[in-house]
């Protein structure tokens, strides 16, 4: 990388990339997400058998994972999970460096990945409350986890609109 090069950044003069300091947000999103990938390889651990029953102080976990709704085509629920932990998490990642300062596609795919998180959370909970009748606290914390992730690349937002001109 050239030395000296401009970068502009979100609500800040232009500077050089010497002086460039990675997004916040995006430091957030990275420590949120690896928090989900606990949570999520916990649940998997449990589903698998691995750890014996996943420990549920509160509410029933036991119930929510062996319901019908556990897994989507014999793929366990927190495989999913984990699956969009990882990506979003490495994604993030890229998003610290500053080689990845100016690409179009990584506001984007954050945006999209939490998108699709906090969609599959919210759906996850509905089934919870509505369907199952039952609550699993690692659940509920990965989907408050998910939706602070979602609200977390708001500023995603705008820098796409930003690098797309």
Known sequence: METGKVIEGPATESRTDTEWSPPGNRMGITILSFL???VATYLLFGNLGLTGSVACGVGDCATVQASQYSRIAGIPVSAVGLIGYVLLF?????GLQPAFASAVWLPLLLVMGSVVGVLFSAYLTYLEAFVIRAWCQWCVVSAVIMTLIFCTTAPELG????LGE
Not at 90 to 94: C, E, G, K, Q, V
């Open 36 to 38: 989900g990938v606990l």
């Open 159 to 162: 820098r796409i609109g930003r």
């Open 90 to 94: 490495a994604l993030a990642l890229l």
